[in-house]
């Protein structure tokens, strides 16, 4: 089946090469094919190898447990890491989850161990930023985890509806939404390290305005993340994609979650 997603393009070649190799997506009571039954002598022919095509199921399964372990991991880095080098800790695993989300996501194979050792990184991230935002505001970091799940499934409640649909001038428009607005803020970032202020992040009425259009975007994303899944169960996708679709709802979740921080934070920063 074609897809206009480039991600869900890419699993289905991999799936396909699978597929070539032997490795077929076992339905209920259909063995795997391509490869020859292997056999050894005296012996009846031995059952092929199968593989369990993906469903919704395993997806929901797999982002709580990656939800579970951003969260421990988060907890973990908020009572362990201390105040004074809070800084030095999210800027490092800001880096090292940058490069594990840039090798999973261009990777042709789904890597379960990346996918985990991501959210690990994650958690690290989301527990040091959380740490020095409540130290500054009491009580943001429980306003801003409401309103990230909130959202989240408010967008899987309008997707259900098809309220939404994820049309391929859609996938497109969201996918170079977010390669912009994630370009914008790398390159924020180096700038705010070298001293100079460009006002996105400065709580004024153009940090409000960037952190809505970041807000927006992360939240469409949840549609794109919703429509893989179902392209990837409709495509016979072997079980073990499930974990990058996961990874797909992790970073989303994430990125809304900072940015909701960081919305809230500019209305209390009078107070």
């Not at 020095?132 to 509806?161: C, D, H, K, P, W």
């Not at 977010?178 to 970032?189: E, R, S, Y």
């Not at 100079?196 to 709580?203: E, P, Y």
């Not at 807000?215 to 072997?238: D, K, N, T, W, Y």
């Amino acid at each position: 089946m074609k897809t206009s997603n480039p991600v869900l393009a890419r699993l289905g070649q991999a799936a396909e090469r699978e597929r070539a190799a032997g490795y077929a997506p076992a339905g209920p009571g259909q063995p795997g094919y391509g490869q020859p039954y292997p056999t050894t002598a005296g012996a009846y022919p031995a059952a092929p190898p199968t593989v369990a095509p993906m469903t919704i199921d395993d997806v929901v399964v797999k982002t709580v447990t990656l939800l579970g372990i951003t969260g421990a991991s988060a907890a973990a880095a908020w009572v362990l890491v201390p105040d004074a080098v809070l800084g030095v800790a999210w800027i490092g695993a800001l880096v090292v989850g940058l490069v594990l989300g840039l090798v999973i996501s261009f990777s042709r194979m789904a890597n379960p161990a990346l996918v985990v050792a991501y959210a690990v990184v994650e958690g690290v991230l989301v527990g040091a930023v959380s740490k020095a935002f409540e130290s500054l505001y009491n009580g943001i970091v429980l306003q801003a985890v409401v309103a990230t799940f909130g959202v989240f499934f408010l967008m899987a409640i309008l997707y259900r509806a098809k309220a939404i649909r994820a049309t391929p001038k859609f996938i497109r428009g969201v996918i170079a939404a977010t390669v912009g607005l994630f370009a914008v803020i790398l390159i924020n970032l180096v700038l705010s390290l070298f001293g100079f202020d460009t006002g996105l992040r400065s709580g004024g009425p153009l940090a409000i305005g960037f952190s809505l259009i970041c807000i927006v975007v992360a939240s469409l994303s949840f549609i794109l993340s919703f429509h893989e899944v179902e392209e990837g169960v409709r495509m016979g996708l072997p079980q073990r994609y499930s974990w990058t679709a996961a990874f797909g709802i992790l970073v989303s979740l994430i990125w809304l979650y900072f940015e909701v921080l960081r919305l809230i934070s500019y209305f209390q920063g009078d107070d």
